[in-house]
């Protein structure tokens, strides 16, 4: 969604357009907290924290994540480890 809004030229930046959907997952799945994640710019290796909804919230989200290898996410979904 985030790229298709990008090469439509959407007046909108990365972090706004992620904003409603943290706040829509917080509210279906009902969690303490969700946070959002943009690629680092300076390291592709990185997931930089942008979004916390709610945003008082007292529960931490990690300020920087690794990227996950789609490797371990395909084994994850598959059911192996």
């Not at 930046?13 to 509210?27: C, F, G, Q």
């Not at 990185?46 to 371990?72: C, Q």
């Amino acid at each position: 969604m985030l790229t298709a809004s990008q090469s439509l030229r959407v007046q909108h930046t990365r972090t706004d357009l992620l904003r409603p959907i943290a706040e829509a997952a917080y509210s279906i799945i009902g969690a303490g907290v969700v946070a959002g994640y943009l690629s680092d710019s300076q390291d592709s290796a990185l997931l930089r924290r942008v979004i916390v909804v709610p945003s008082d919230s007292a529960t931490p989200a990690p300020p920087v994540l690794p990227v996950p290898s789609l490797e371990v996410n395909l084994r994850e979904v598959d059911g192996r480890t």
